[in-house]
T-cell receptor, first 114, second 114 residues
Framework: ETGVTQSPTHLIKTRGQQVTLRCSSQ?????VSWYQQALGQGPQFIFQ???????GRGNFPPRFSGLQFPNYSSELNVNALELDDSALYLC?????????????FGPGTRLLVL | DQQVKQNSPSLSVQEGRISILNCDYT??????FLWYKKYPAEGPTFLIS?????DKNEDGRFTVFLNKSAKHLSLHIVPSQPGDSAVYFC?????????????FGTGTLLAVQP
């Protein structure tokens, strides 16, 4: 069973640029969530994708967008990067059920915006 | 508005002793709680969870206690080992809708001294 993988591991961008982060979910998982973890903080929910559709969103502006593909992998896109977007971006996958499901996290992509 | 709070940024214990990590929450509608452990340069790793209908869940050295009246949960690690040294995050699931959104605390850095 393969775990959640993310790419790239590190990324440096400048203000105003656009970035795409990628995530492959754990085998058998159909739901992907994205989180932003700023330094010294806990992860904050950005949005979730289920069956290729956005399934809920946190308090993030529309310049944060995503995609989920038929193989359940996912992308997070951030447009018009700002300095405050510098953070660790975490992807988590789960198998959606009616009862509680546990989310399993990837190692994250560390984004630095200069 | 911090709905999940971990008021102790750090904790130091001796190897073999008990580690107790605390977490408070404000939303009585949370229905599921989880603890994650995070090493530097890795994503959070799921440790243990508890449903809001239970007051205790045990898995090996790890036990989570839930006190709903006090809106408080704790993670007990017995006996503590140096490999347990990491940041521990408490998370709560926000119910309602289709989204399995987790709300995280800010984390507690546990240092287990040999």
């Amino acid at each position: 069973e393969t775990g959640v993988t993310q790419s790239p591991t590190h990324l440096i961008k400048t203000r105003g640029q656009q970035v795409t982060l990628r995530c492959s979910s754990q085998s058998g998982h159909n739901t992907v969530s994205w989180y932003q973890q700023a330094l010294g903080q806990g992860p904050q929910f950005i949005f979730q994708y289920y069956r290729e559709e956005e399934n809920g969103r946190g308090n993030f502006p529309p310049r944060f967008s995503g995609l989920q593909f038929p193989n359940y992998s996912s992308e997070l896109n951030v447009n018009a990067l700002e300095l405050d977007d510098s953070a660790l971006y975490l992807c988590a996958s789960s198998q959606k059920r009616t009862s509680q499901e546990t989310q399993y996290f990837g190692p994250g992509t560390r984004l630095l915006v200069l | 508005d911090q709905q999940v709070k971990q008021n102790s940024p750090s904790l130091s214990v001796q190897e073999g002793r008990i580690s107790i990590l605390n977490c408070d929450y404000t939303n009585s509608m949370f229905d599921y709680f989880l603890w994650y452990k995070k090493y530097p340069a890795e994503g959070p790793t799921f440790l243990i969870s508890i449903s809001s209908i239970k007051d205790k869940n045990e898995d090996g050295r790890f036990t989570v206690f839930l006190n709903k009246s006090a809106k408080h949960l704790s993670l007990h690690i017995v006996p503590s080992q140096p490999g347990d040294s990491a940041v521990y995050f408490c998370a709560a699931r926000a119910p309602g809708g289709a989204t399995n959104k987790l709300i995280f605390g800010t984390g507690t850095l546990l240092a287990v001294q040999p």
